[in-house]
C-alpha cells in the first residue's frame, strides 16, 4: 500500500487554461491568507490601486467583481506591484482599510473638549499619586530582586505549581434566584459581596456563608460591583443605568450616584478611592468623583459598547474594551489615548493587570486570552483559554504568580504566569461561569447557577 506522503504530485501540469498546478495552489493560498487584508474591497479603492500600477481601471464589460480579480492576479504575480499597493494601502488608511486620505469624516476625527477646573484638579492629584505609587512598587520589585537567589525563585515557582494542581472543590452555596453576575472580594480580604440578576446585592464570609442582602434594586439586574478601600461601601451598576453605593452596615442603605439612559456594564473604584469608573452601552466611559457625586469625564472614543474596564494599580493608567473587539489603554493624568489592543475576533468582555504594573489580560468572546505588555506597546502571549466565552480573568494580587479564567464552558481554569501553561481545570458549574476572585490562595466563581463555588488545596 502507497503511503499518502509517497503519492508525487506534478505541480507543473496544466489545466485547460494553461495554468499549472503550483500556480494554481500558489493563488488558492493567497486568496485565502491575504486577500482580505491587502486587496481592497471597494471598488473605488480597487480602480485607484490599479490606476496606481499603470494599469486600466475599466476592461469592457468588467464588474466590480472581475476588477478585484484581476487586481488580484496582478499583486500575485508581482511583487514590485504588491509592495506598491500595500504602501498605498497603510499610507491612505486609518482605523480602516482602503480610506481616501482627502476625505474627511467628522464623526472620526479626534477631537478634544475643555476640561473642568475639578478635572484639572484630578489629574494634577493623580501625577503625584501615581509617581508615589509606582515608586513603592519598583523599590519593593528591587528589594525583592536584590534578596531571593535563583534556587528561590526555582523553589517558589516548584511549590506554585504544585499547589496549584492541588485545587479543588472545597465548597458549594446557592446564593440567589437568578444568576450571578459578578463576585468582589473585600479589601480586608474578609468577606466576598455577590451582584445578581435579581439586582440583589449579597454578602457572604469565606465559608460560603450569607450575612447581608440588600434588596433595594430588586427592580432591574446587577451588571457589576466593587467595593470601597475602607471596605464599608460596595458600588453597584446596573442595566437600566443607575450607579449607586450601598452601606455594608445597612441592608436598606442605597445612593444613586449618577443615572443614564444606557445600561451600564461594569464599575471599579480608582485605587485612590476618589473616583469610580464605570463602562455604558453607550459607547462611553464614564468617571466619577466620589466626593462631589459629579460626572467628571464622559469619554467617548470605542465604536460600540464598553464593557470592561481596568484602573492600573498605581493610578496612572486605566483600560477599556467592548464590542468592538478593541481595548483602549488610557491616561488619565492627560485624558490621551496611548495604546491600542487589537487582536481580539470578538467583543472583549474582562480586562485586569498584572500587579507588575505593564502586564494586562483581555478575555474575549473567542475565547481566548491575549497578554499584553505596555512596555513593548504590543500583544505577546495568546491563551487558548475556554472553548466559549471567557467572561472573567483576574490576576491573584494577594499571592501574584497565577492567572485565573472564567468561561462559558462551565470552567474556571488556573494559568501559570510565567508561561501561561493552564495548571488546572476547574469543573463543578452547572452552567455559565461568569465571575472569579480569590482570599489568599482560594478561589471564587460564580454564575448561572445561581452559587458560588470555593476552590481550595
Known sequence: MVGLDNIHVDFDYKNNEGQSVGDALKRLEFQRQERLSIVPTLDT??????????????VGNEDNFTRR????DLILSNQQIRDTVVRSLHSNSGENTAVDANASDVDDEEFYTPASERLIEMRQFLVAFSLERSNIRLEEERRRVVSQTVKDVITKRRNLEGSLKRLSLKGMQVIDEKPISEIKTSPSGK?????????????VNDSLSKIYCNKSLSDTKISGIDWSLDSQNVVTCTHDGRISIHDVNDEKSINILHRNDARFAQVRYHPSGNLIGSTSFDKTWLLLDVEKQIPLLVQEGHSAEVFSLAFQDDGSLVCTAGLDAIGLIWDLRSGKAIMSLQSHSKPIYSLDWSSNGYKIASGSGDGTIKVWDIRKKEKVDTILAHNSIVSQVKFNKQQPGFLVSSGYDRKVNVFNEDNWIKERSLE?????VMTVDFIGSDIFSAGWDRSINKWGI
Open 45 to 58: 479603492d480597487v480602480r485607484r490601486a490599479l490606476e496606481l500600477v499603470g494599469e486600466p481601471f475599466d
Open 69 to 72: 480579480e484581476r487586481l488580484a
Open 191 to 203: 468577606v466576598i459581596a455577590c451582584g445578581s440578576w435579581s439586582g440583589n446585592l449579597s454578602l
Open 428 to 432: 463543578g458549574h452547572l452552567d455559565k
